[in-house]
DNA sequence: CTCCTTCTATGGCGATCACCATAGTATGTC
DNA sequence: GACATACTATGGTGATCGCCATAGAAGGAG
């Protein structure tokens, strides 16, 4: 039993990219059908649960997505903190760019709307950033930070990523991230007892 | 001609608080009238511009609350970095354990559902991050700190303080506020040349 | 008293919301 | 041919959205 079209896949893409946009509560479900040429017809066909089911599967993508990229900089990184940070810096400035600072946080936006989502999908959520604050700290910990060091310099990386990102949005221009990578260059990921590059 | 009720000044506060607790969109003014015990006939007899001037007039009473806060604990650690981002991160989960993580920030809130926010409003957000951020650079320049180097620190701060918000709602805990002044205090915060207190 | 301002009550505008019931088409397998 | 699965079209549910027109109550000023 194959799927036959790609409709589905394209709901998701679209929810996915809207929700991003203008939130979970702005974005209607004539919006991502109009936008993704989906049918309204088959809607609850695809997803029975409806809006609700749509955000979880398109929150299981971005996390997806956004964690293959975080391993892969700390691939192409190993045992480097400062780089890491600075590459991480790099390619959310570049996302930022490439979409013309529209795009947000998938998690972040729903993370702020939380009394419009249900336990399952919030858990989603809450999941996803400790997924990848604790990718940010295994990488810190084979560069040699101590274990407490480097879930605390994770915790708050990801945190001033997210932040970073909402006022990149605002500011049209990556130099919160610029300000972010320098301060951590200088300081902040530096391996204890190492002096920084600078 | 003096004000006869408090109603008008009820609809403000209880809009600021829903829109920091649910968002813009998903605050409807029905909640907003209910809550503050606002009559309904009124309300475009006092904001004849409707929903935008309630936001405009909320996040400026915001902005400039949280403007002070920041006034104060800098007026309080005169010449201390560290003290000073420590006791910014300490009040700030305060005020989440205060409201039981429920409050998020009105400016990131709004920011991540910049489509439905027309210009003047997107203009207040954007001016509100960077007035604190102006607040804490001149700290820091106050500190010892380049020019240069306190306004990265600062956007870099600011930054970190909207992530952390999110996360801390999220994992319903301040955990993440005392990371952020871990690293702070161990690298971050510290003046050029000048040793952390770690 | 009249007049004006300040504020509120009521009712409804058109639009959109998430959701769903019903029916029908397309493409398989047997 | 029969039959099932995968998918779509249509149309409408009740509720809620922001907004507004009309009317009137309350109170001070002249």
């Given at each position: 039993?194959?799927?036959?079209?790609?409709?589905r896949?394209?709901?998701?893409?679209?929810?996915?990219?809207?929700?991003?946009?203008?939130?979970?509560?702005?974005?209607?479900?004539?919006?991502?059908?109009?936008e993704?040429?989906?049918?309204?017809?088959?809607?609850y066909?695809?997803?029975?649960?409806?809006?609700?089911?749509?955000?979880?599967?398109?929150?299981?993508?971005?996390?997806?997505?956004?964690?293959?990229?975080?391993?892969?900089?700390?691939?192409d990184?190993?045992?480097?903190?400062?780089?890491?940070?600075?590459?991480?810096?790099?390619?959310?400035?570049?996302?930022?760019?490439?979409?013309?600072?529209?795009?947000?946080?998938?998690?972040?936006?729903l993370?702020?709307?939380l009394?419009?989502?249900?336990?399952?999908?919030?858990?989603?959520?809450?999941?996803?950033?400790?997924?990848?604050?604790?990718?940010?700290?295994?990488?810190?910990?084979?560069?040699?930070?101590?274990?407490?060091?480097?879930?605390?310099?994770?915790?708050?990386?990801?945190?001033?990523?997210?932040?970073?990102?909402?006022?990149?949005?605002?500011?049209?221009?990556?130099?919160?991230?610029?300000?972010?990578?320098?301060?951590?260059l200088?300081?902040?990921?530096?391996?204890?007892?190492?002096?920084?590059?600078?």
């Amino acid at each position: 039993m194959p799927r036959k079209t790609d409709a589905r896949a394209r709901a998701i893409a679209a929810a996915e990219r809207l929700f991003r946009i203008q939130g979970y509560t702005a974005t209607g479900l004539t919006q991502i059908l109009a936008e993704s040429g989906a049918p309204k017809g088959s809607f609850y066909f695809h997803f029975p649960r409806g809006k609700t089911q749509l955000a979880e599967e398109a929150i299981d993508r971005y996390v997806a997505s956004r964690m293959a990229v975080l391993r892969n900089i700390s691939a192409d990184t190993t045992g480097d903190a400062l780089r890491f940070v600075q590459q991480i810096c790099d390619t959310f400035a570049a996302e930022m760019i490439a979409s013309d600072f529209q795009y947000g946080c998938l998690m972040q936006n729903l993370a702020n709307e939380l009394p419009a989502l249900d336990a399952e999908l919030t858990e989603r959520v809450a999941r996803g950033f400790a997924d990848s604050t604790e990718i940010v700290a295994e990488h810190f910990m084979t560069c040699g930070f101590a274990p407490a060091r480097a879930s605390s310099a994770a915790a708050a990386l990801v945190a001033a990523l997210e932040g970073a990102r909402t006022i990149a949005r605002l500011e049209r221009s990556p130099a919160v991230f610029e300000a972010l990578a320098e301060i951590s260059l200088q300081r902040w990921a530096a391996p204890e007892g190492r002096p920084g590059l600078v």
